[in-house]
């Protein structure tokens, strides 16, 4: 009987400790774009904390509860699309149900469309706090990181279309960084509203790339 009280007060704090962590996910991703649209209006270097709370309609104590500065909340949200990428990049790329080649176009079509979707986040980060920005040593770390994971995931996909040994595997790792430096610098030009849609942009660009990888028979005649 105790073991069962026990068992059903453990349960019923993992489920507040869930509750209380999906407010804080929600209530940062409302600082985020409070944030964005600060940046958009007056500029990163002209921002304060006031402003930014000004934008959810809060005190700037409540920017505070969740970040200690106008850096730290930059980080994290950087942190926190490289996250959000990671969640369904990482599904793909781990599919083994999937052709070399399918699984390099799902993966290719899947980071242009998050790309997309998060590009006024992406945005602000670059265009207005990149050189602005102090990092610090651990968040600087783990960007690396992240971002040298998706190189080599990438650099895996397009080996696996061909051997991986020799000029081909240097081919390879080429092609792996050339693709993902092209995919970030989507962000630098993609905004809304826009002719195409984040899935349109997708499709076209991940065609273009994928006909670059993999030349069809047409393009060879050409």
Not at 18 to 45: C, P, T
Not at 168 to 197: H, M, R
């Amino acid at each position: 009987m105790k073991r069962e009280k026990e068992t059903k007060v453990t349960k019923v704090a993992s489920r507040m400790k869930a509750r209380k962590q999906l407010l804080q996910d929600f209530m940062k991703v409302e600082i985020y774009n409070a944030a964005v649209n600060a940046v958009e209006k007056h500029g990163w270097s002209s921002i304060s904390m006031d402003e930014i709370a000004s934008e959810i309609g809060g005190s700037k104590g409540t920017i505070y509860y969740y970040f200690k500065s106008k850096n730290d909340l930059m980080a994290d949200m950087w942190l926190y699309i490289v996250q959000e990428m990671s969640g369904v990049l990482l599904p793909v790329y781990e599919d083994k149900d999937l052709e070399p080649v399918e699984k390099l176009r799902k993966y290719i079509w899947s980071h242009i469309l998050l790309t997309c979707r998060w590009w006024r986040f992406s945005k602000t980060i670059w265009s207005n706090a990149f050189f602005i920005v102090k990092w610090g040593e651990d968040v600087d770390k783990k960007l690396l990181k992240a971002r040298n994971n998706t190189v080599s995931k990438y650099v895996d996909l397009v080996a696996a279309l061909g051997p991986r040994k020799g000029a081909d595997n240097v081919n390879a790792v080429y092609k792996g960084q050339a693709i993902i430096t092209f995919i970030e610098s989507i962000v630098c030009w993609y905004s809304e509203p826009y002719s195409l849609t984040p899935e349109q942009v997708a499709d076209m660009v991940t065609a273009m790339l994928m006909e670059g990888l993999i030349p069809d028979k047409a393009a060879k005649s050409r």
